[in-house]
């Protein structure tokens, strides 16, 4: 029997209070990570990760996720040439949510064009209708997208 | 054929640029939240909602969610008392996820007993030693929880 197979799971304690990063991968074999903007403190985007996309963030300092839709590792800005570069990888109690902290090129994360994600919020007294919070986009997506 | 059954699915466009607050819940019915600190911006937690802790959010003002382990609707702060009152509720580009600006009764969200669940970080260097970046737990779990 060697090492690999002698590994038992790890408690609760030792995912919650430890001090080794023990991701726990979903069914599908990845993790919701939230990105900031390190210097504002910002949400940019929610994006995932598979063990490769941790491990090559972890490796290049380049934040990259795996596209669900597109089902492929991705390095953010690959295309748009808006790269996040990684200041820290931080993981939560349970160890199945990471959240980084990002220097972002071009200060824009999000594909529509505005500087984050999370650009509408609901509006007071009302449960559908949304307001924008950003009201003008940093780049526009048909010139940075090519394919657009 | 009644107004239900003429819905048709929405547009990109109408997903990503309109102002209908139009989630997109996934296989398992539920959406991602984020949740943050309204006064420190601090990121607390990510949660999941299904449309009924989604519903229950917007119409009590207090954080609800979907536990995926207990799978239940879930007050947050319905045991601890530190509840989660509602400032705003964000959606993000393609409305699969929320975020959600709290004010947190008794200033801790993390089970664990810390302010945020991300408490740890990866240290430089490294690619598996997590080190604290807070250093001391608000609340000591086994009295909060009565259970635990």
Chains 1, 2 share one sequence.
């Not at 590994?7 to 979903?26: C, H, M, S, W, Y």
């Not at 650009?119 to 048909?142: A, Q, W």
Request: hydrophobic share 30%; net charge negative.
């Amino acid at each position: 029997m060697n090492e690999e197979n002698k590994k038992t799971a790890p408690t609760v304690f030792e995912i919650e209070e430890g001090n080794q990063l023990l991701p726990r991968f979903d069914l599908y074999e990845y993790l919701p990570c939230i990105t900031l903007d390190a210097e504002t403190g910002e949400v940019l985007m929610l994006g995932y990760m598979n063990r490769e996309a941790l491990e090559k963030t972890i490796q290049s300092g380049l934040a990259t996720y795996y596209s669900r839709s597109r089902k492929k590792i991705w390095v953010k800005g690959e295309e748009s040439g808006f790269f996040q570069h990684v200041q820290d990888i931080f993981i939560d109690d349970d160890q199945d949510t990471l959240l980084l902290k990002v220097r972002v090129d071009g200060g824009a994360s999000c594909h529509v064009g505005y500087r984050s994600c999370f650009y509408r919020r609901l509006k007071k007294g009302s449960s559908k209708e949304l307001e924008f919070t950003e009201t003008h986009k940093v780049f526009d997506p048909k010139v940075v997208y090519k394919h657009g």
